[in-house]
T-cell receptor
Framework: QKEVEQNSGPLSVPEGAIASLNCTYS??????FFWYRQYSGKSPELIMS????GDKEDGRFTAQLNKASQYVSLLIRDSQPSDSATYLCAVNDIYGGATNKLIFGTGTLLAVQP | DADVTQTPRNRITKTGKRIMLECSQTKGHDRMYWYRQDPGLGLRLIYY???????NKGEISDGYSVSRQAQAKFSLSLESAIPNQTALYFCATSDLPRDEQFFGPGTRLTVL
């Protein structure tokens, strides 16, 4: 059973701080990694995708990937109350050498305190 | 803007009724997916399709069926709705090589 694990939270950070969200995955063959933000009752929204080891920055968001440790993280700098949401980590499932569906974690609830 | 749309957005129905949820996309993506989400739980994949002639079961396909009428349209049917199918249903699309999934706004289904 291929799995994506996230701490459910809530992760509480003060406004202006750095929020660090973590995710581990079980399939060493995975090649594509995604972070989604989901507000309550709304659909998931893609924030970042990362495909190679290292850091990828986009505005206040930085995704970090370490394939050797099977670990992917999302850093949110200068956290705002509007960042309060559930963050979903997703990893692609490789089947027969081809990219297949995504496997989603259950999400981490982030609460940014004003 | 290229988009993913779902109809209806909300639906209340009774046990035993047949229900169809529809998904359309203007992104030109080949891959389409149906998920359900229950309160406090993650996304669970019901069915997915990688092209018009390809249909695959996900982890919770029992009680559901799908139809891929065209590249842009993917419908989910509940043949005989039951209360534990009350959930939020999402359609998503993606394309290779990046395989980023983009979600529709969701359908909130209540089965009484």
């Amino acid at each position: 059973q291929k799995e994506v694990e996230q701490n459910s939270g809530p992760l509480s950070v003060p406004e202006g701080a750095i929020a660090s969200l973590n995710c581990t995955y079980s399939d060493r063959g995975s090649q594509s990694f995604f972070w989604y933000r989901q507000y309550s009752g709304k659909s998931p929204e893609l924030i970042m995708s990362i495909y190679s080891n290292g850091d990828k920055e986009d505005g206040r968001f930085t995704a970090q990937l370490n394939k050797a440790s099977q670990y992917v993280s999302l850093l949110i700098r200068d956290s705002q109350p509007s960042d309060s949401a559930t963050y979903l980590c997703a990893v692609n499932d490789i089947y027969g050498g081809a990219t297949n569906k995504l496997i989603f974690g259950t999400g981490t609830l982030l609460a940014v305190q004003p | 803007d290229a988009d993913v749309t779902q109809t209806p957005r909300n639906r209340i129905t009774k046990t035993g009724k047949r229900i169809m949820l529809e998904c359309s996309q203007t992104k030109g993506h080949d891959r389409m997916y149906w998920y359900r989400q229950d309160p406090g739980l993650g996304l669970r994949l019901i069915y997915y399709s990688f092209d018009v002639k390809d249909i695959n079961k996900g982890e919770i396909s029992d009680g559901y069926s799908v139809s891929r009428q065209a590249q842009a349209k993917f419908s989910l049917s509940l043949e005989s709705a039951i209360p534990n199918q009350t959930a939020l249903y999402f359609c998503a699309t993606s394309d290779l090589p990046r395989d980023e999934q983009f979600f529709g706004p969701g359908t909130r289904l209540t089965v009484l």
